[in-house]
């Protein structure tokens, strides 16, 4: 069975950051390329940023020039640097396998860390 375990938000003030970390099975990080993604209350999830095996990254609109993905193969993890961070962005962050178009691939998704931007 595939895990995925996402951790690193908090409270943080607008402005502020955050490093996010996902750590994903082997078998499924190895060969995929893997994405964050992120659910307000009452909105459907939405693609914030992925990254290839290659290292090509790719970010929504939204966080582009704010958030940074990266992964480290050798630990089966995945980050998300957030800097600047608003009071939208505040969500609940999950991560998962992804394919060329960012769309997610695995059927489960973990629990998911909450991102709490407020003054």
């Known amino acids: 069975q595939v895990q995925l375990v996402e951790s690193g938000g908090g409270l943080v003030q607008p402005g502020g950051s955050l490093r996010l970390s996902c750590a994903a099975s082997t078998s499924i990080f190895s060969i995929y390329p893997m994405g964050w993604y992120r659910q307000a209350p009452g909105k459907q999830r939405e693609f914030v940023a992925t990254i290839t095996i290659g290292g090509n990254t790719n970010y929504a609109g939204s966080v582009k020039g704010r958030f940074t993905i990266s992964r480290d193969n050798a630990k089966n993890t995945v980050y998300l640097q957030m800097n600047s961070l608003k009071p939208e962005d505040t969500a609940v962050y999950y991560c998962?396998?992804?394919?060329?178009?960012?769309?997610?691939?695995?059927?489960?998704w973990g629990q998911g860390t909450q991102v709490t931007v407020s003054s």
């Open positions: 998962n396998a992804a394919n060329g178009r960012g769309t997610p691939i695995l059927g489960s």
